[in-house]
């Protein structure tokens, strides 16, 4: 298996304009989490969603973000518009309901807002 | 809600000591994981821990789960530099799939 993909790798994008992160989970797994990452709040939960219907997004920074899993294998993440307080590395994971609940992460994407 | 605290913040030894990084919670943990994110990485899953007390090792690794079920430690004896990197803890609660995560304590090994 590939693991978790995320897209792009990097994105540089000037301050007011549409981002859209994307994820492709392990195929197979029912729950997908978006974290992002900075050095001054760690590693945040944004959102996760259970087969495809997001649970809990009350770690969503507010009405700019917004997450959506169409199915069982895409997931996107989009900020509009983007700040240059949204800079930071977003990580997708995810994981199947059993015994072990470890995380896989994806590779982040990392965003810069100027 | 649900907190995680984990010290220290950063730690730089010398090769072939010891290093410990705890993690204490707010409320009581279902379980317990711990991560490994290598500079310019992404977080590794290391281990899961369920039971109160439990003690499990992974080569030079020992990771503790404590009887109240809300402080875990990770232990790494004689490190090396390809130990490098930052460890995070990460609980979730008794109902929730939600893994809160611990601020990382940062490891710096010096050959």
């Known amino acids: 298996d590939a693991g978790v993909i995320q897209s792009p790798r990097h994105e540089v994008t000037e301050m007011g304009q549409e981002v859209t992160l994307r994820c492709k989970p392990i195929?197979?797994?029912?729950?997908l989490f978006w974290y992002r990452q900075t050095m001054m709040r760690g590693l945040e939960l944004l959102i996760y969603?259970?087969?495809?219907?997001?649970?809990?997004d009350s770690g969503m920074p507010e009405d700019r973000f917004s997450a959506k899993m169409p199915n069982a294998s895409f997931s996107t993440l989009k900020i509009q518009p983007s700040e240059p307080r949204d800079s930071a590395v977003y990580f997708c994971?995810?994981?199947?309901?059993?015994?072990?609940?470890?995380?896989?992460f994806g590779s982040g994407t990392q965003l810069s807002v100027l | 809600g649900q907190q995680v605290m984990q010290i220290p913040q950063y730690q730089h030894v010398q090769e072939g000591e010891d290093f410990t990084t705890y993690c204490n919670s707010s409320?009581?943990?279902?379980?317990i994981q711990w991560y490994k994110q290598r500079p310019g990485g992404h977080p590794v899953f290391l281990i899961q821990?369920?039971?109160?007390?439990e003690v499990k090792k992974q080569k030079r690794l020992t990771f503790q789960f404590g009887e109240a079920k809300k402080n875990s430690s990770l232990h790494i004896t004689a490190t090396q530099t390809t130990d490098v990197g930052t460890y995070f803890c990460?609980?979730?609660?008794?109902?929730?799939?939600?893994?809160?995560f611990g601020a990382g304590t940062i490891l710096r090994v010096k050959s």
């Open positions: 990460a609980g979730s609660g008794k109902y929730g799939n939600k893994l809160v």
């Open positions: 195929s197979g797994h029912d729950y």
């Open positions: 409320t009581t943990l279902s379980n």
């Open positions: 821990l369920v039971k109160s007390g």
């Open positions: 994971a995810s994981r199947l309901v059993g015994g072990n609940e470890k995380l896989f």
């Open positions: 969603f259970n087969n495809n219907v997001p649970i809990d």
